[in-house]
């Protein structure tokens, strides 16, 4: 897999979608302090002509209401079905999702969609590149199939071959012994992964053993990913471990922001692990050790 499996650029996705089999669209926006329904509310203000929206918080993810599966458990597959048919999504048609910069989520809908076997990629930059580049947005929403889909792709709800799996994860004992089998790459931002503070769960530190590399780095400025040199040298950790053929796993507060760093080794040809649950089902668990400092 390579940087082009993973991104379209906005000249690309001009061109595929004036092609005879464009690419389904799907505005995934979404932040963690955003209030319910924001995300929802900036797609009517203004998304890309054609794109349906997909909300993190109810098909991209659940809420099992036990702090041990962590805030951002992976999604339950009839739901998640269930959206994506709503969404217009169809086994036979690539998907190119988009956020904005700042964003993760358009990284957890690449490695959700992927992990449940659909064709995706991700439009580098997002919604703010698509407008630097002159294109316009629209408030108009588009029907579901309206393009005719063959009735067999949604007949009774049903969405073949909708199968989770096909990217590697981690459970918690797993994450626990995943430093001794490679690297286990902490992407959040450095204080809270020293234990300088906390502003989320009820334990501050990391996981014994791993490693930081924020995902703040994993971004240029314009929402863009960095360039490859500029990558290497950030994902440096993870890449040698994987030229050694160590194991390379990643996780975030909640299992969001991991999936970018997840999307970024992938761009090298790294299947990086994810670890769902990440630190907030790690901190819950009592029995689990937390380390501190750099």
């Known amino acids: 897999m390579s940087r082009a499996d993973i991104l379209v650029t906005v000249s690309e996705l001009v061109e595929a979608l004036a092609g005879a089999e464009p690419p389904t669209l799907l505005d995934v926006r979404w932040a963690l302090t955003d209030p319910p329904g924001a995300g929802r509310a900036r797609y009517a203000a203004g998304h890309l002509p054609g794109a349906a929206f997909l909300d993190l918080e109810t098909a991209l993810t659940r809420h099992t209401g036990d702090p041990r599966d962590g805030r951002h458990p992976l999604p339950d597959l009839d739901v998640l079905r269930e959206a994506l048919i709503a969404a217009g999504v169809r086994m036979i048609r690539q ?5 904005e910069p700042g964003s993760f989520a358009a990284g957890r809908a690449w490695w959700v969609l992927r992990w449940v076997g659909l064709p995706v990629r991700v439009l580098d930059g997002g919604i703010t590149a698509w407008t630097a580049a ?3 947005l629209t408030t108009a929403t588009t029907a579901p199939f309206a393009d005719a889909t063959p009735a067999r792709e949604v007949a009774n709800g049903a ?3 909708l199968q989770s799996g096909q990217l590697p994860t981690l459970t918690t004992d797993e994450a626990a012994v995943a430093p001794r089998r490679g690297v286990l790459i902490d992407v959040r931002a450095p204080e809270r992964f020293r234990g300088d503070i906390e502003p989320i769960d009820p334990v501050a530190g990391h996981i ?5 590399i924020p995902v703040a780095s994993l971004f240029a400025a314009d929402g863009t990913l960095p360039d490859e040199a500029t990558l290497r040298e950030r994902l440096a950790p993870a890449l040698a471990a ?15 922001s991991a ?3 997840v999307l970024a080794l992938a761009t090298f040809g790294v299947p990086a692990a994810l670890y769902p649950g990440s630190w907030s089902s790690w901190c ?10 750099p």
């Open 259 to 261: 999936a970018q760093g």
């Open 284 to 293: 819950h668990d009592p029995m689990r050790p937390v380390s501190t400092g």
């Open 208 to 212: 014994p053993g791993a490693v930081n």
């Open 134 to 136: 002159g294109h316009p």
């Open 95 to 99: 998907i190119v999702v988009y956020d």
């Open 242 to 256: 994987a030229d050694c053929g160590a194991e390379v796993a990643t996780y975030c507060g909640s299992g969001v």
């Open 159 to 161: 969405f073949p071959g």
